[in-house]
């Protein structure tokens, strides 16, 4: 990892201490490793221009934000704050990157059997156009009540105003 500069400013992750994350000076991706130097996850994120509203946030169009394309967490790191940590750096990041806050993503279940991921991006503060599928997501949030079996594209943003 010695190619990488350190994303935190040596600092670790305030609510999040015992990992470090850094993003290579010349690319679009994060690593997150744990005191250990053990790889905990991956992100891909870059600015994108966002021109048409009806994508994504319905309040704004022309606008840049922070596109995560990619987030994996290494199984032994799940349900331990990682995925949270990677959300928090891209959304402050994405003032570094001309993004004023605003990030997007295409949320959807890669593995077979794996958990659908908006309900984790619907806690974190994402929103989406789709609101049938968001109304079914916080009720599954709320009172657990279960989510369609078919796998979900959900097209997601956390607009700079949620913060």
């Known amino acids: 990892m010695s190619y990488m500069i350190d ?3 040596n600092r670790p992750l305030k ?7 850094y993003r290579h000076p ?11 130097g053990k790889i905990v996850g991956r ?13 994504y946030n319905p309040n704004k169009a022309g606008y840049f934000s922070l ?4 987030l994996f967490i290494e199984k032994e ?9 990677f ?4 959304a402050k990041d994405s003032y570094n990157r001309s993004c004023q806050g605003n990030v997007h993503l295409v949320a959807q279940a890669l593995e077979s059997g794996g958990a659908p991921p908006q309900p984790f991006y619907r806690k974190f503060g994402f929103d989406s156009q789709n609101r049938s599928q ?21 097209l997601m943003y956390f607009p700079a105003d949620k913060k």
């Open 67 to 70: 596109y995560i394309k990619r």
């Open 134 to 154: 968001m109304k079914a997501v916080d009720e599954f949030i709320k009172n657990g009540t279960p989510l369609p079996k078919y796998k979900w594209t959900t």
């Open 15 to 21: 609510k999040f201490p015992e990992y470090l994350c």
């Open 87 to 90: 959300l928090n750096i891209a």
């Open 77 to 85: 790191f799940r349900k331990k704050g990682a995925g949270r940590a």
């Open 7 to 9: 994303f935190m400013k």
């Open 26 to 36: 010349k690319s679009n991706v994060y690593v997150m490793a744990n005191k250990n």
């Open 43 to 55: 992100m891909v994120a870059m600015p994108e221009y966002i021109s048409d509203g009806t994508l």
